[in-house]
């Protein structure tokens, strides 16, 4: 069974007899542990009752509640107790789990400034104020929650304000991109060649004999539709080094403009995911007098909110022009046959990444507080 690995057979086939499965088991656990099957293992030291086996295993598979219960049921010290809720506790603010964090710093570590800190970083203040009400710790309303809502307030319009600075430099410079490219397609391609740095190694820009009109993409074909095999394929090293421009999408390269309306997509998904941190975090300004900071916030939301829309209706506008030979990118139906290797095939991705339909983003709108006019 071990040399094999048949432990699942081996489970099955012993399922009724409690010595052997529980042997099985107890192989099957120290198998899954060596190989980094944390949870798995856990689990499996928690059906044998090995709880000081399992808590180990769940802290490396990142499960703070599993790994704190089951250490508790191994009767750990109180003080090995501490030190693993500091640990989780610590890894969970890393990945901004600040709710998580909170519960481990006021549950296990019995303290509640900390914790009250912690809500406020994830502008849980309506939580942060049950806790400390709930305790009689008034005191600490003024001691850490108002000061999370001024630190909070002031980072939040400070990236409002970036994310809107972002929209105001890339939405027109897209723009400006597709007009050149509509306008003159291969003069907008020659335009980036840029002394021939951000154009792929061995494809030419002036029309060859293996092009039949014109368009860009049938530089990279023969007359039949397949790839031009006199090219010279990419070694892996240039394959690399394409795919690394093409993720920097650096200003006047042939990737610029796939870069820039990937960027304010994510932009606007990152958006309409803070929403709910934003109104928590504006109506505890609220609650605590901070009225200013409040319409400050909601302000900076709705202007980066109206060009998220802006740039929307900009990128995806109702009826697109097909693309035709000579106009632009063609659309070629898929198949491996016209797909370039190496370097190349990283700029025909690019590209017809670019041109595919892509299905407009939804904005999400913020719900202005009636309170702030």
Avoid at 8 to 19: I, P
Avoid at 73 to 86: F, I, K, Q, R, Y
Avoid at 233 to 246: A, H, I, L, Q, V
Avoid at 322 to 328: A, I
Wanted: hydrophobic share 35%.
């Amino acid at each position: 069974m071990q040399k094999h690995v048949l432990y699942l057979e081996a489970l099955a086939m012993f399922q009724y007899d409690a010595v052997h499965l529980k042997e099985i088991m107890v192989l099957y656990a120290d198998y899954l542990n060596a190989n980094n099957k944390n949870k798995e293992a856990a689990l499996a030291y928690e059906y044998l009752g090995d709880h000081t086996s399992a808590w180990p295993c769940y802290r490396s598979a990142n499960l703070w509640r599993e790994a704190l219960s089951s250490a508790t049921l191994a009767d750990v010290s109180s003080g090995e107790l501490e030190t693993l809720a500091s640990s989780l506790a610590e890894s969970l603010v890393e990945s901004k789990d600040y709710l998580s964090a909170s519960t481990i710093t006021l549950d296990y570590l019995s303290d509640l400034p900390g914790a009250a800190r912690l809500l406020c970083k994830g502008s849980f203040f309506a939580e942060a104020m049950r806790l400390v009400t709930l305790r009689k710790q008034t005191a600490l309303i003024a001691e850490v929650i108002d000061p999370g809502l001024i630190e909070r307030s002031a980072d939040m319009t400070e990236f409002l304000a970036e994310m809107k600075g972002q929209l105001l430099a890339q939405v027109p410079r897209l723009q400006d991109l597709r007009t050149k490219k509509a306008e003159d397609p291969m003069a907008f391609y020659e335009g980036m060649d840029d002394g021939g740095t951000n154009i792929p190694d061995n494809i030419s820009l002036a029309p060859t004999d293996t092009t039949s009109g014109g368009t860009f993409m049938t530089r990279y074909t023969n007359q039949t539709g397949t790839v031009n095999t006199q090219t010279t394929r990419k070694t892996s090293k240039n394959k690399r080094r394409e795919e690394r421009k093409r993720a920097r999408g650096k200003k006047g390269t042939v990737y610029e403009e796939e870069y820039l309306t990937n960027s304010i997509e994510r932009l606007i998904e990152r958006i309409n995911s803070m929403q709910d941190e934003i109104q928590r975090l504006v109506e505890g300004l609220v609650k605590r007098g901070m009225r200013e900071r409040a319409d400050a916030v909601s302000n900076a939301v709705n202007e980066v909110i109206e060009k998220c829309g802006f740039a929307v209706k900009e990128m995806y506008p109702v009826e697109r022009e097909p693309v035709e030979g000579g106009n632009g990118v063609p659309e070629f139906q898929e198949g491996e046959a016209l797909r370039p290797t190496g370097g190349d095939a990283t700029l025909w991705d690019s590209l017809q990444e670019v041109e595919k339909k892509r299905e407009a983003p939804i904005v999400k709108r913020f719900e202005r507080l009636s309170l702030l006019g």
